[in-house]
Antibody, heavy 118, light 106 residues
Framework: QVRLQESGPGLVKPSETLSLTCTVSGGSISSHYWSWIRQPPGKGLEWIGN???????IYNASLEGRVTISVDTSKSKFFLNLTSVTAVDTAIYYC????????????WGQGTLVAVSS | QSVLTQPASVSGAPGQRITLSCSGGADKAVTWYQHVPGKPPKLLFY???VPASGVSHRFSGSKSGTSASLAISGLQSEDEADYYC???????????FGGGTKLTVL
């Protein structure tokens, strides 16, 4: 049973960069896509982007230009960087294994709350 | 504005059968998620009606007309959650979520 765990600062200042790590355990990071999803307070789920274990990425167009997702297969980790954050980026951030059409977002981390505030 | 439209809220009594709709998803490979606040979302169905591992038989996914649907029979208090439909949109090249439906068990 694959397990995912997000980690990173819970507070980021406006205009700075939000950086999160997702650690994958109990299964291989290889041969899969991996996604980041967020949920602002009181709102629904928003897909941020995903990465294939070989490094190719797709981003939500609404965030393109500010978001970078990367992977380190040797450490079974993948990463999210979101630059120039504002209060609207305050959200619970989830990482998930992404089977795309074939099997959906089938395993999720517990989520981590990131607040953007000075 | 999502391409997938879900009713904001639905309610039902314990033991009742309820149906949640996802308009715009009838001809897509719809996935359904259950999200209990404070917990991560849980995949319920993919390809519209293929259950994920461990999903209760009280849940079923289907298509009806222009909508995809999630039905829950024998409603229980533990089913109280937000339910999201989502598709992998080939034209947008990414996941698109519906706005979610809050299910209240009366």
């Amino acid at each position: 049973q694959v397990r995912l765990q997000e980690s990173g600062p819970g507070l980021v200042k406006p205009s700075e960069t939000l950086s999160l790590t997702c650690t994958v355990s109990g299964g291989s990071i290889s041969s899969h896509y991996w996604s980041w999803i967020r949920q602002p307070p009181g709102k629904g789920l928003e897909w941020i982007g995903n990465i294939y274990y070989r490094g190719s990425t797709i981003y939500n167009a609404s965030l393109e230009g500010r978001v970078t997702i990367s992977v380190d297969t040797s450490k079974s980790k993948f990463f999210l960087n979101l630059t120039s954050v504002t209060a609207v980026d305050t959200a619970i951030y989830y990482c998930a294994r992404d089977g795309r059409k074939a099997s959906g977002l089938d395993s999720w981390g517990q989520g981590t709350l990131v607040a953007v505030s000075s | 504005q999502s391409v997938l439209t879900q009713p904001a809220s639905v309610s039902g009594a314990p033991g009742q059968r309820i149906t949640l709709s996802c308009s715009g998803g009838a001809d897509k490979a719809v996935t359904w998620y259950q999200h209990v606040p404070g917990k991560p979302p849980k995949l319920l169905f993919y390809y519209g009606n293929v259950p994920a591992s461990g999903v209760s038989h009280r849940f079923s996914g289907s298509k009806s007309g222009t909508s995809a649907s999630l039905a829950i029979s024998g409603l229980q208090s533990e089913d109280e959650a937000d339910y999201y439909c989502a598709i992998w949109d080939d034209s947008l090249n990414g996941w698109v979520f519906g706005g979610g439906t809050k299910l209240t068990v009366l």
